[in-house]
């Protein structure tokens, strides 16, 4: 199956990526001033173009400065400078890899820290227990600013072909705003943008339109979609299918299948609905299942870091193989296995209780190994945990101020 792994694979719209390992999507927070890729940032990706990877797809960049998922992100605008993301783009394309930016907007998953514009289809706040109160209320959003959105996904991805890149992935999973309207527990509206599956699904559909209207035929377009949220009454596999078999009737060129949110972070091997998952390929049940009816290649992640287990995704009919921690520790892992196929790629775990600063620990930790990469350094396999949880928010908050005071308004 190894010769599977590294076979390439047919786009829809005539690109082809050269094999089935893509680097999927982390958040790195390493922009520079105005929310831009910097040299450090061209060093991480540099690191995973040399690495051997198919297809690399950018941490999110978001359509509107005002809404971020954190400080120290990137975004891209209207008027956004756009000779920085040149620049990142030759430096993920100099292997021969495709390289995807993945464009979103976090709805009502915005930390209070950073003020900002909290938009949501609906006014449900943020359940995160004992931490919720590190999130702001979200306002519903009115039919302008829907509209206003569609717009923005469209404009951002019109800047990143005339930057160089190869696609765009749309961010519709992980609780972000696009899973907030698919889903029945963020969305109680009663107007065409909520009730029904249909309604429900209606901006993503509007968005992804949008944009391959706008884009050249060649320019991939996918989706990032959850194969479930992993909360009772929330968006299930069955949702999933049936927006995945719309998504077909679009056209699009690829499905990312992913699961969860910050409330049920199953996208780190965790639910809030007592559901178990496997502990590697988290999603693969899911995605064979959606595989099979689906029009377009799929693609699975979640903490795949065997060669066995790669090998494994493909052989239940997923065409590609997303990898995110792995290769924030070991960025060549791809090439390694060309020759090693018994290596494993090293990960640090976190085994506290507290699900919401388990979570919050991992990412630190992740982030952190970006951080290293991007600096020129070694990855570091057995961080403290609690170091660096204490780390990241003192730089996290720092990053805050600097943001709230600049850009929030």
Known sequence: ?????????????????????????????????????????????????DGGVGL???????????????????ALEDNTPIDAFKQWANVGRK?????????????????????????????????????????????????????????????????????GFTGVQIHAAHGYLLSQFLSPLTNKRTDQWGGSLDNRARILFDIVKAVKAAVPNDFAVSVKLNSADFQRGGFDSQDAKKVVAGLGDLKVDLVELSGGSYESPA???????????????????????????????????????????????LSEGVDMVGMGTALAFNPGIPNEWR???????????????????????????????????GRGKRPKFNPSPLFTLIRYQIRFKKLARQYRSKYSN
């Open 1 to 49: 199956m190894t010769n599977a792994l590294f076979s390439p694979l047919l786009l829809p719209n005539g690109r082809t990526i050269p094999n089935r390992l893509a680097k999927a999507a982390m958040e790195e927070n390493m922009a520079v001033d105005g929310h831009l890729p910097g040299d450090e940032l061209f060093r991480l990706y540099e690191a995973w173009a």
């Open 56 to 74: 690399i797809i950018t941490g999110n960049v978001m359509i509107d400065h005002r809404a971020m998922t954190g400080p120290g992100g990137i």
């Open 95 to 163: 292997q021969g890899a495709e390289f995807w930016m993945q464009i979103n907007h976090p709805g009502r998953q915005v930390y209070a820290a950073l003020g900002g514009k909290v938009w949501s289809p609906s006014d449900v706040p943020m359940d995160m227990g004992k931490h919720s109160t590190l999130f702001s209320r979200p306002t519903p959003m009115t039919e302008v600013e829907i509209h206003e959105v569609i717009k923005r996904f469209a404009t951002t991805a019109i800047h990143a072909a005339k930057a």
């Open 267 to 313: 996208m780190q091997g965790q639910t809030a609905d007592g559901r178990t998952l496997d502990r590697e390929a988290y999603f693969l049940e899911f995605a064979k299942d959606i595989a099979n009816e689906a029009i377009m290649p799929v693609m699975t992640t979640g903490g795949i870091k065997r060669l066995a287990i790669a090998e494994r995704v």
């Open 339 to 373: 020759q090693r196929t018994n290596l494993n790629a090293r990960v640090a775990e976190v085994n506290w209780k507290d699900k919401v600063l388990r979570g919050a620990a991992t990412m630190a930790i992740v982030k952190r190994q970006l951080q290293r990469v």
